[in-house]
């Protein structure tokens, strides 16, 4: 007889397993979301694809973000970029800086990613607003942890595809994407 610690899981414990994980993740998928539903095994190909319309008027949240990391600069903004839609902030800053929660929530996802991201930090604000933190050296916080505004939850590298130190932040609701910078106070006020 196999000792219990070494015996291979039973169809229902994966299954159940595969259910829990599979409501977490469309917990925060956008709502039309039936094409990236079926490929969930891809991980982060949905984040990665992004909203075919990012939302043109920022509404009205029940949050303030900070900046996530204090010093840097943009090197590359929001928006259309070599013909491809730009999710998100590159901010660039020295390898190993701290990358700060830019609001309190729950992280949801802390791994390597995929689609280019390398390390990543996915945090649930609630309101079905989401933050992404990614091509980091190192996550500090796994899935399931409360972190506050302004906790440090991984440091700046350059994993994935990433062209050199920097952090790449994006900022969604409702699975769309919207521009950081339009919901950031302004940059170096220390906020």
Do not use: C
Not at 2 to 11: G, Y
Not at 103 to 119: K, P
Request: net charge positive; charged share 20%; hydrophobic share 40%.
């Amino acid at each position: 007889s196999i000792p219990p610690k070494w015996r291979w899981p039973t169809l229902g414990a994966l299954l159940v397993s595969a259910i829990v994980v599979f409501a977490a993740i469309s917990s925060f998928l956008p709502e039309d979301h039936g094409a990236a539903k079926a490929s969930i095994a891809d991980g982060f190909t949905w984040w990665a694809r992004g909203s075919e319309e990012p939302l043109a008027q920022i509404p009205a949240l029940p949050h303030s973000f900070a900046w996530p990391v204090s010093t840097g600069d943009v090197s590359s903004p929001y928006g259309k970029r070599d013909g491809k839609w730009h999710t998100g902030l590159d901010i660039r800053a020295p390898m190993g800086h701290r990358i700060q929660a830019a609001a309190a929530g729950t992280v949801v996802y802390s791994g390597a990613g995929e689609a280019g991201y390398g390390n990543t930090v996915i945090i649930d604000h609630g309101d079905e607003v989401m933050t992404l933190y990614s091509h980091n050296k190192r996550n500090v916080y796994r899935a399931g942890t409360t972190v506050r505004r302004g906790e440090v939850i991984a440091y700046v590298g350059n994993t994935g595809t990433a062209t050199g130190y920097h952090l790449h932040f994006e900022i969604r609701h409702k699975g769309r994407p919207m521009d950081p910078a339009k919901l950031l106070p302004p940059l170096g006020s220390g906020k």
